[in-house]
Protein backbone atom coordinates (compact mmCIF):
# COMPACT_ATOMS: atom_id res chain seq x y z
CA UNK A 1 0.00 0.00 0.00
CA UNK A 2 1.09 3.47 -0.78
CA UNK A 3 0.83 6.24 0.95
CA UNK A 4 0.84 9.79 0.26
CA UNK A 5 3.92 10.55 0.69
CA UNK A 6 5.26 7.53 -1.47
CA UNK A 7 6.13 5.47 1.12
CA UNK A 8 4.94 1.54 0.25
CA UNK A 9 3.99 -0.27 2.94
CA UNK A 10 5.04 -4.04 2.63
CA UNK A 11 5.09 -7.27 4.62
CA UNK A 12 7.83 -10.48 4.71
CA UNK A 13 8.15 -13.51 6.21
CA UNK A 14 10.87 -15.25 7.77
CA UNK A 15 9.67 -19.39 7.04
CA UNK A 16 11.07 -21.82 9.67
CA UNK A 17 11.34 -25.00 10.98
CA UNK A 18 12.55 -26.74 13.75
CA UNK A 19 13.33 -30.30 13.77
CA UNK A 20 15.71 -32.56 15.86
CA UNK A 21 16.59 -29.50 17.68
CA UNK A 22 17.96 -27.84 14.60
CA UNK A 23 16.21 -24.54 12.30
CA UNK A 24 15.80 -24.58 8.73
CA UNK A 25 15.12 -21.39 6.74
CA UNK A 26 13.29 -21.51 3.06
CA UNK A 27 14.66 -19.22 1.14
CA UNK A 28 13.17 -18.20 -2.23
CA UNK A 29 14.88 -17.07 -5.37
CA UNK A 30 14.13 -13.19 -6.72
CA UNK A 31 12.92 -13.15 -10.16
CA UNK A 32 15.20 -10.63 -11.36
CA UNK A 33 18.79 -11.32 -9.82
CA UNK A 34 18.10 -14.84 -8.99
CA UNK A 35 19.50 -14.31 -5.22
CA UNK A 36 17.81 -15.70 -2.03
CA UNK A 37 15.25 -13.87 -0.25
CA UNK A 38 12.43 -14.24 1.89
CA UNK A 39 8.67 -13.83 0.50
CA UNK A 40 7.74 -10.18 1.01
CA UNK A 41 4.78 -8.00 -1.01
CA UNK A 42 2.80 -4.61 -0.71
CA UNK A 43 -0.07 -4.62 1.85
CA UNK A 44 -2.88 -3.90 -0.02
CA UNK A 45 -5.79 -1.61 1.09
CA UNK A 46 -7.76 -3.55 3.91
CA UNK A 47 -5.00 -6.48 4.33
CA UNK A 48 -3.02 -6.60 7.24
CA UNK A 49 0.88 -7.09 7.57
CA UNK A 50 0.04 -10.68 8.92
CA UNK A 51 -2.28 -11.73 6.15
CA UNK A 52 0.24 -9.86 3.53
CA UNK A 53 3.23 -11.86 5.49
CA UNK A 54 0.71 -15.39 4.79
CA UNK A 55 -0.24 -14.66 1.06
CA UNK A 56 2.99 -13.48 0.08
CA UNK A 57 4.63 -16.97 1.38
CA UNK A 58 2.03 -19.29 -0.16
CA UNK A 59 2.14 -16.87 -3.85
CA UNK A 60 5.94 -16.89 -3.43
CA UNK A 61 6.65 -20.06 -1.82
CA UNK A 62 3.89 -22.27 -1.77
CA UNK A 63 4.24 -23.07 1.77
CA UNK A 64 1.44 -22.49 4.70
CA UNK A 65 1.66 -22.18 8.18
CA UNK A 66 1.23 -20.07 10.85
CA UNK A 67 2.62 -16.30 11.20
CA UNK A 68 3.76 -15.76 14.67
CA UNK A 69 2.35 -11.53 14.73
CA UNK A 70 4.95 -10.22 16.15
CA UNK A 71 7.16 -7.74 14.03
CA UNK A 72 11.22 -9.24 14.62
CA UNK A 73 13.02 -6.78 12.20
CA UNK A 74 11.92 -3.47 10.03
CA UNK A 75 13.67 -1.87 6.73
CA UNK A 76 13.33 0.75 4.48
CA UNK A 77 14.79 0.58 0.76
CA UNK A 78 14.52 2.83 -2.41
CA UNK A 79 12.03 1.76 -4.52
CA UNK A 80 9.79 2.83 -7.07
CA UNK A 81 10.14 6.51 -6.95
CA UNK A 82 9.46 6.32 -3.15
CA UNK A 83 10.91 4.23 0.11
CA UNK A 84 9.45 0.72 1.11
CA UNK A 85 8.92 -0.16 4.50
CA UNK A 86 9.26 -3.47 5.43
CA UNK A 87 7.80 -5.47 8.42
CA UNK A 88 9.17 -8.76 9.36
CA UNK A 89 7.34 -11.57 10.49
CA UNK A 90 8.19 -15.42 11.65
CA UNK A 91 6.49 -18.06 9.76
CA UNK A 92 6.35 -21.74 11.45
CA UNK A 93 5.79 -23.91 8.16
CA UNK A 94 3.23 -26.38 8.64
CA UNK A 95 2.97 -27.22 4.68
CA UNK A 96 4.55 -27.21 1.78
CA UNK A 97 2.87 -27.21 -1.83
CA UNK A 98 4.07 -29.78 -4.79
CA UNK A 99 2.88 -26.85 -7.70
CA UNK A 100 2.44 -22.69 -6.63
CA UNK A 101 1.60 -19.77 -8.03
CA UNK A 102 5.04 -18.40 -9.25
CA UNK A 103 6.76 -22.12 -9.06
CA UNK A 104 7.85 -21.03 -12.92
CA UNK A 105 9.59 -18.22 -11.38
CA UNK A 106 11.25 -18.93 -8.62
CA UNK A 107 13.89 -21.80 -6.82
CA UNK A 108 13.02 -22.36 -3.41
CA UNK A 109 15.86 -24.22 -0.60
CA UNK A 110 15.74 -24.78 2.82
CA UNK A 111 19.28 -24.06 4.81
CA UNK A 112 20.29 -24.51 8.31
CA UNK A 113 19.89 -20.93 9.39
CA UNK A 114 23.60 -19.97 9.68
CA UNK A 115 23.51 -21.38 5.92
CA UNK A 116 20.90 -19.03 5.12
CA UNK A 117 22.81 -16.09 6.58
CA UNK A 118 25.78 -16.84 4.24
CA UNK A 119 23.25 -17.11 1.23
CA UNK A 120 21.70 -14.29 1.24
CA UNK A 121 23.13 -10.99 -0.22
CA UNK A 122 21.95 -7.85 0.73
CA UNK A 123 23.23 -6.69 4.58
CA UNK A 124 19.46 -6.17 5.23
CA UNK A 125 18.45 -9.13 5.06
CA UNK A 126 20.83 -11.19 6.78
CA UNK A 127 20.25 -8.32 9.77
CA UNK A 128 16.74 -9.65 9.13
CA UNK A 129 17.82 -13.41 10.30
CA UNK A 130 20.01 -12.49 12.88
CA UNK A 131 17.15 -11.15 14.72
CA UNK A 132 15.10 -14.18 13.53
CA UNK A 133 18.11 -16.10 15.05
CA UNK A 134 17.74 -13.88 18.74
CA UNK A 135 13.96 -13.82 18.39
CA UNK A 136 14.30 -18.19 17.88
CA UNK A 137 17.04 -18.37 21.06
CA UNK A 138 14.32 -16.12 23.19
CA UNK A 139 11.58 -18.30 22.41
CA UNK A 140 13.55 -21.72 23.66
Given at each position: MRTDNNIYNQAAAVPFLTEKGRVRILLITSRKSGNWIFPKGLI???????????????????????????VIFRYRYPKWDGLC?????????????????????????????????????????????????EYHLKQG
Open positions: EPGDSPVYTAMKEAMEEAGISGEIIPEHVSVYPLRVSGLLKHFEEERERKRHWFELDEAVAAVQKTVLKEALTAFK
